[in-house]
């Protein structure tokens, strides 16, 4: 039986890409190229390339905001996010989800909005995009500034046809493992109409080690799918988990100083030009299930490990979840979601899933 935990190892790359980019030379004009492509492609007039995503959208928020401000934001979410609006010295203000979709409502945005409150990031999750109409009415509305995380949604199309990115005042993209787009980490900025704040570009090259985890990540993907057929692939990811070469994503620190590595920049686009799923698929299919516990331990039997499944927590990982103080009261449908959802990548093929959506179905709770 072949075990399946590890198949999101740089699942975004073709294999023959994969192991062409580990022997390439790196260019600084690869950095230069991915923010003249994101300018491109997003209509912005800056793209600043950060460390990661939560570094990105901290740049984002200081050159919209000022400190104090308050901010709507998903209360189904990761701590990333969390971080990156502490760092820009912004208030929180976490809005209540639909079941349906995993995202705020206008409704919901409208029960929680007060004049303290001078934007929204949108993050359509898990791909699954807002009813952004909506959204854009009531923030014109109430003079508000949007803001786009592209970490899960890189490529997702809203129901009028634009692109995710192209939205708000500015976005966010993450380059983060198992995000949209996966170099490992790296992620950028993309700042469009006058904004109130000069913010600084980070200056601080990367360590030598993340150059080398950039260089050799799609690799380690093809040698992890290798391994996996004599059941060593789980024991190779630990081991490289072990010795730092792959992050846990929740550990990533925020650094507003640090550039990403010219790898990160080639690899990230590589893949944001061949988004394969532009307005297809989400990035993850969400279930709830009645038990998960249980649900999850009869998966690890057919051999599939969800246990990265977004999210445990409203806010997300489970360890950094009581420095947040998250409004539980208030974000009903939030802690239910978290209590009762799995959610599956979509690297997956169909017929490798099968398998795994039996058990999912037989847990399915009835009154979703
Ligand atoms: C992961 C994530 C980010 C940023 O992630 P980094 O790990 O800092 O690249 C931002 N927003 C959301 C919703 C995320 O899940």
Known sequence: MRRHYFLGLAAGFARDERIAHTFKIGRKEDLKELERYLLRRYGGEKAILAKNGRS???????????????????????????EAVKAAKLEPVFVDISLDDLNFSEEALKKVADEKVKGIIVQNTLGNPVDIAKIESFAEERGLIIIEDLAHCAGVRYADGREAGTVGAAAALSFGK??????????AAVLRYPYKNLIEAPKLRPKLSDHLRARLYPTF?????????????????????????VEKSADNELDLRRRPSKFEARLALMQIKGLRRVGERPLRDFYFVDDRKRTLEELARIGYYFGGFWYEKPVSPERYYDKVHFPEKDCKNAVYASEHIVNVPNY????DLAPALRVIEEHKEETV
């Not at 990105?56 to 998903?74: E, M, P, R, S, T």
């Not at 997956?348 to 017929?351: I, N, V």
Request: aromatic share 14%; net charge positive; glycine share 10%.
């Open 56 to 82: 990105a959208l901290a740049l984002v928020l200081k050159a919209y905001f000022d400190k104090g401000d308050k901010i709507l934001v998903n209360g189904f979410t990761c701590y990333a996010v969390y």
């Open 178 to 187: 198992d995000k949209s787009i996966d170099t490992i980490s790296g992620g």
């Open 221 to 245: 993907g093809v040698m992890c799918r290798a391994l996996s057929y004599v059941h060593l692939g789980g024991v190779f990811i630990r081991l490289l988990v072990k010795v730092h070469w």
């Open 348 to 351: 997956y093929k169909k017929k």
